[in-house]
Nanobody, 121 residues
């Protein structure tokens, strides 16, 4: 079983940037897709971005496309989410996950504890 630990969240103003990191340990990092999901207060968990194990394929939710960038460093076993132009609607707990290349939470079998991102207007 892989252990995933997110970091980099915080409280920022609208328009600011943050970079989230997700460090993996335990089971191999290479060979699995990695995804970022988020859950806003009172809402369902939603897909944000994902990256294939090679890093060659990425996919984004329409709401974050052109503002967020996902990347991974397989040697360091870290996946990143660079978030630019943050909006109040981006406020949520952000989770990283490991699994299949998919937008469905059910296809990811390992999850981190989450990191809070709060964007003030």
């Amino acid at each position: 079983q892989v252990q995933l630990v997110e970091s980099g969240g915080g409280l920022v103003q609208a328009g600011a940037s943050l970079r989230l990191s997700c460090a993996a340990s335990g089971r191999t990092f290479r060979g699995y897709a990695m995804g970022w999901f988020r859950r806003a207060p009172g809402k369902e968990r939603e897909f944000v971005a994902e990256i294939s194990w090679s890093g060659g394929d990425t996919r984004y939710a329409d709401s974050v496309k052109a503002r967020f960038t996902i990347s991974r460093d397989n040697a360091k076993q870290i996946v990143y989410l660079q978030m630019n132009g943050l909006k109040p609607d981006d406020t949520a707990v952000y989770y990283c996950a490991q699994g299949m290349y998919s937008v469905l939470p059910a296809d990811f079998n390992s999850w981190g504890q989450g990191t809070q991102v709060t964007v003030s207007s």
